[in-house]
């Protein structure tokens, strides 16, 4: 029976630790550091921060697993998979070098641009007066170039909100002293296609759609996503592959001519133009998508644990590194909600006591993000994103039904929840 160390505390670590258990045949004995109350139902937890390297390289080796995959970005751009490797543990997950896909837009621009990736131009400025001088026209995208948990990304309609923002960002530390980088608004629809990497080829999941304003009709500011769904309306299997010819594979390629090969997930966050079908990045991120991966998880019938095994070995894998054949899919949709805490993504209200847990039907899927306990044991809010309910069905319209059929009966005080998730794939699928 093999050991897996899971990395994280949130609902994209919880449909991990739920797709490894469902999918392995291998029966794997999982641990999650530090997970949360949900996920302690699951798998042992282990209270170690996702930021201390050396505790989790510590606790690896205490736990003699075989290996570990990491959740966020956080351990990954701060080299966990680095320490992970010098101690000769398997890691899913990319080195610090290749993690600056995430850690740093304009590293990721300036990768796109060598390996010929479509993307929209771009500025990459220091100062708020060399950001308005970089800006053409509006609306504009102004994206800080580090980790800000998915809230790092403006799109400022006016003059007024552009300086203001590069203001925030440059001089005010919103998120700490880095550069911005001013970008061409893309007009289209947005997709998520992920890909698991080995250093040498990139293998596409299913595609999903997330959802990041806070609002309905896609209002109010950006968070780390409020819902998603998958497959997507149009991007069937051939088109995936060509996509991820385009998006996925030269990128690792470029940066295994850099030597640095790329392991683990490589995100990528398209837009697709409606009129011509043409496919331009908006960002990548170097880890699994939260919350496409609540959508796409529960899909996936091929044995997570042997991709994530294969992909861990790195271009100079024995075994051949990832597996030739297609990856296999339940062909019904799944919705993913998100149950968000009062005042998000502003603030975080914690504390308010979650109602409903045990009511949910078998057929729905709950996943704790931001979740604790109270002195009394019962589940309480910790974060921002709080729980994930996903769902199952023949078609978009069904999966939906059931997944806010399911969420209708959870509750805290101050919840918020998107109600337009995945009805854009009702109205096209037809039902």
């Known amino acids: 029976m093999p050991k897996v160390l899971v990395v994280g505390a949130g609902g994209r670590e919880h449909a991990i630790v739920r797709a490894l258990l469902r999918t392995s045949a291998e029966r794997p004995e ?19 921060p996702v930021e201390d390297v050396a505790a989790l390289v510590g606790l690896a080796q205490e736990l003699a697993v075989d290996l570990v995959v990491v959740g966020p970005e956080v351990p990954l751009v701060a080299g966990l998979v680095d320490a992970l490797q010098e101690a000769a ?65 403006v799109i400022a309609e006016d ?14 530390g919103q998120f700490g002293d880095a550069a911005v980088v001013v970008e061409e608004f893309l007009r289209g629809e947005e997709v998520s296609l992920l890909a698991v990497c080995d250093g040498r080829r990139a293998v596409p999941l299913a595609p999903a759609q997330d959802y990041k304003r806070i609002f309905e009709g896609d209002e109010g500011p950006n968070t780390g996503g409020m819902g998603s769904y998958s497959p997507v309306v149009g991007v069937d299997a051939e088109r995936v592959a060509a996509i991820s010819a385009l998006v996925h594979q030269p990128i690792v390629d470029e940066l295994a001519r850099r030597g640095t090969p790329f392991t683990g997930v490589l995100y ?47 271009p100079d894998a024995e075994d051949g590194g990832l597996p030739e054949a297609p990856l296999e899919w339940d062909p019904r949709w799944a919705v993913t909600l998100v149950l968000a805490s009062r005042g998000y993504p502003a603030s975080a209200s914690k504390g308010d006591v979650i109602k ?41 319209a069904a999966a939906r039904q059931a997944a806010y059929a399911a969420a209708q009966g959870i509750g805290f005080d101050g919840r918020q929840l998107r109600r337009d998730i995945a009805l854009r794939a009702v109205e096209r699928f037809g039902g």
């Open 268 to 314: 990528a966050g398209l837009m697709v133009d409606a009129e011509t079908g043409g496919v331009q990045v908006l960002e990548y991120n170097t880890r699994f998508g939260d919350p496409e991966t609540q959508a796409v998880l529960p899909r996936l019938r091929s044995d997570l644990l042997t991709l994530m095994t294969a992909a861990a070995g790195g």
């Open 89 to 153: 543990i398997p890691a899913f997950g990319p080195t610090a070098a290749a993690a600056r896909l995430e850690g740093s837009k304009a590293f990721a621009k300036e990768v796109m641009l060598a390996a010929g990736v479509p993307t929209a131009g771009y500025e990459t400025v220091t100062t708020v007066d060399a950001g308005m001088a970089a800006i053409t026209g509006y609306p504009v995208v102004l994206k800080y170039d580090g980790l800000a948990a998915g809230k790092g990304v």
């Open 30 to 48: 999982v641990h999650v550091a530090p997970g949360n109350p949900g996920i302690a139902r699951d798998a042992e937890t282990h209270a170690v």
């Open 356 to 396: 409903g847990l045990g009511g949910v039907p078998s057929s729905a899927e709950v996943t704790h993000a931001g979740t604790g306990l109270d002195d009394q044991g019962r589940p309480i809010t910790a974060g921002g994103r709080v729980l994930n309910v996903t769902a199952l069905g023949e078609s978009p």
């Open 159 to 172: 003059e007024q909100t552009a300086r203001a923002t590069l203001v925030d960002m440059l001089e005010e």
